[in-house]
Every structure is written in C-alpha cells, then in structure tokens.
C-alpha cells in the first residue's frame, strides 16, 4: 500500500504539470488554437467551443482525469498491479493534481 501512496504522488505529480502545460501554459498554444479555444489580452483562456475537447480543457478537474487515467494505466502495467490499484491510482493522482492546482492558485493570488 505504501507503494501505491508514492505512485500516486509521482502520478499526480506528473498528472498536474501534463494537465497544467495543455491548459494554459505557451507551450501548447497551437493545440489550444486547433481546438478554437480563444484568449483574452493576457493569454488566459476564455473561449471554449461546445465540442467534447472544448469542455474537457474548460474544466481543469476533467483535464487532469482524462491525463491521470493513461499515466495510471501505464505505470500499473510496468508495476504489476491490479485493476482496483490502477482504478485508485487514476483518481487519486487526478485528485493530487487538482490539489496543487489550487494551491498554485492560492499563492497567485496572494
């Protein structure tokens, strides 16, 4: 079990900096572009089309499950564990993720 709680650090770690670079970050502008998601004068998304991609990057919660689930899957191949720990893994790390999001946000608006 203490293996899982660090897999799904590492997970949510990895999950929070993924959904992070596809949100809002320049390096996946062009994506964004693609999907017609538009921006205000800052560079913050605002825009979002009524597609399922649109609303998948609206909701940063959903963005992080749709990116934990192929992580989790992944490293529950490559360490051998069941499906009922590969099912906690994606939650959980979308659930880390998700944290660190509001606390990244938290110190923003301070």
């Known amino acids: 079990m203490i293996e899982l ?8 770690l990895s999950a929070w ?7 809002t970050e320049d390096a996946f502008e062009w994506l964004r572009g693609r999907l017609g998601i538009g921006h205000d004068q800052d560079g913050i998304p605002v825009v979002y089309p009524e ?14 499950l749709i990116v934990a689930i192929p992580l989790a899957m992944v490293i529950g191949w490559t360490s051998d564990l069941a499906l009922w720990e590969g099912v906690l ?4 790390s979308s659930a ?11 110190s923003q608006a301070r």
């Open 5 to 12: 709680l660090g897999l799904c650090i590492f997970c949510g």
């Open 89 to 92: 893994l994606a939650l959980g």
């Open 51 to 64: 597609t399922l991609a649109g609303r998948v990057f609206r909701c940063f919660w959903c963005l992080t």
């Open 17 to 23: 900096r993924v959904a992070s670079l596809l949100h």
């Open 96 to 106: 880390v993720a998700i944290w660190l999001e509001r606390q990244v946000m938290r």
